[in-house]
């Protein structure tokens, strides 16, 4: 069973499945930039910033953010009555990953195939009264969550100023490291 919380930002975590991808196309180019070594965290709000800054202020406010995904929430109702089904929200989602592998040049690869099996997942976890429908309330919800995560410092906006989310609790560092283990 795929480990996921059910408190797990959807917005944000996507953010990061996507901002992996310039690391991992990075691995195999030859030259370029070294990657940040900073944390994931860090990617994905510098790619909700760039995602969702509308006026290119560099700050992403909860309008903006609201705009952009009632855009994209309405751009996959492919059938138009105001709700997202499983094909449709992967499709949507699948739209995006495609644009971004084009950008990069980059033919669909094992981790592509991960990323689709995980927007399914997440249609799961973003209906949150299981219907097998993401309506605009729950979008909504979830948008409202995602962003209130986002904005560290609690300021309104999304920006470089919110400090970072603390590292998973399943990172290697914070391996317990009793001996009581078994
Ligand atoms: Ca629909
Ligand atoms: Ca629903
Ligand atoms: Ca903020």
Request: proline share 14%.
């Given at each position: 069973m795929t480990r996921i919380s059910t408190l797990?930002?959807?917005?944000?975590?996507?953010?990061?499945?996507?901002?992996?991808?310039?690391?991992?196309?990075?691995?195999?180019?030859?030259?370029g930039e070294a990657p940040a070594p900073g944390r994931a965290?860090?990617?994905?709000?510098?790619?909700?910033?760039?995602?969702?800054?509308?006026?290119?202020d560099g700050r992403v406010t909860l309008a903006e953010y609201g705009a952009v995904r009632d855009e994209r929430f309405a751009g996959a109702d492919a059938d138009g009555d105001g709700h997202l089904d499983e094909a449709e929200y992967v499709a949507e989602f699948e739209g995006r990953l495609k644009l971004q592998y084009a950008e990069q040049g980059r033919e669909p690869d094992e981790f592509w195939d991960r990323a689709i099996k995980q927007a399914h997942v997440r249609h799961a976890v973003v209906d949150r009264d299981r219907d097998g429908l993401l309506s605009a309330e729950e979008q909504a919800m979830v948008a409202?969550?995602?962003?209130?995560?986002?904005?560290?410092?609690?300021?309104?906006?999304?920006?470089?100023?919110?400090?970072?989310?603390?590292?998973?609790?399943?990172?290697?560092e914070a391996a317990p490291e009793t001996g009581a283990s078994n």
């Open positions: 797990a930002p959807p917005v944000l975590a996507l953010a990061a499945l996507l901002a992996a991808l310039p690391a991992a196309a990075q691995q195999a180019a030859p030259e965290g860090g990617h994905g709000r510098d790619y909700f910033i760039a995602s969702y800054d509308r006026d290119g409202e969550d995602s962003f209130a995560r986002g904005d560290t410092n609690g300021d309104g906006v999304v920006s470089t100023d919110d400090p970072l989310p603390p590292p998973p609790a399943d990172a290697p």
